[in-house]
């Protein structure tokens, strides 16, 4: 019984811990930060804004290079 009660909770536990790790690695946080906090839109924004922006930088370098 104290094998069958040890193996159930060890399955309890990696299922905890592998879907804390699941949500992080889905969200690409961290492995051990909370899943679970509220990320702030506006660090999304910005993130987002900022790559376009890069995008759009290297894209007209491009243009800019090929031009010379």
Not at 35 to 52: C, H
């Amino acid at each position: 019984m104290k094998v069958l009660k040890m193996l159930v909770m060890g399955i309890l536990i990696g299922l905890i811990v592998g879907l804390w790790f699941g949500v992080n690695i889905g969200k690409q946080k961290p492995l051990f930060s909370n899943p679970f906090a509220e990320e702030n839109l506006q660090k999304k924004i910005k993130e987002r804004v900022g790559e376009r922006i890069e995008k759009l930088g290297g894209d007209i370098k491009g243009k800019v290079e090929e031009s010379k």
